[in-house]
Nanobody
Framework: VQLQASGGGLVQAGGSLSLSCAAS????????MGWFRQAPGKEREFVAA???????YYADSVKGRFTISRDDAKNTVHLQMNSLEPEDTAVYYC??????????????????WGKGTLVTVSS
């Protein structure tokens, strides 16, 4: 199973970027797909997650600005980021999990991770 993230780049504060993450692998149909980020000198933190059922989770810091969506037919998850702030600068990672049931995608140990994509927001 491989996760391939794309869409990072440099943007000015107030701008927008869209990240995508495609999961590939034989018969892989992730139940949970999420985004995390890690800023320089900081720990990796949760950003957003989407459950196959349709439930979505967001970190408080991105609510109202970021939108997660998924295309299960293509095993792809997207993160639309609007009103970007310099504090959003980080390497963004996508994760996928087959865990079902009562789990918290914000603290779950994901089964698979993609290589990060860098998002830089200039002030």
């Amino acid at each position: 199973v491989q996760l391939q993230a794309s869409g990072g780049g440099l943007v000015q504060a107030g701008g927008s970027l869209s990240l995508s993450c495609a999961a590939s692998g034989r018969t892989f149909r992730p139940h949970i797909m999420g985004w995390f980020r890690q800023a320089p000198g900081k720990e990796r933190e949760f950003v957003a997650a989407s459950i196959r059922s349709g439930t979505k989770y967001y970190a408080d810091s991105v609510k109202g600005r970021f939108t997660i969506s998924r295309d299960d037919a293509k095993n792809t998850v997207h993160l639309q980021m609007n009103s970007l702030e310099p504090e959003d600068t980080a390497v963004y990672y996508c994760g996928a999990s087959n865990t079902v049931g009562l789990v918290d995608p914000r603290t779950l140990n994901y089964d698979y991770w993609g290589k990060g994509t860098l998002v830089t927001v200039s002030s």
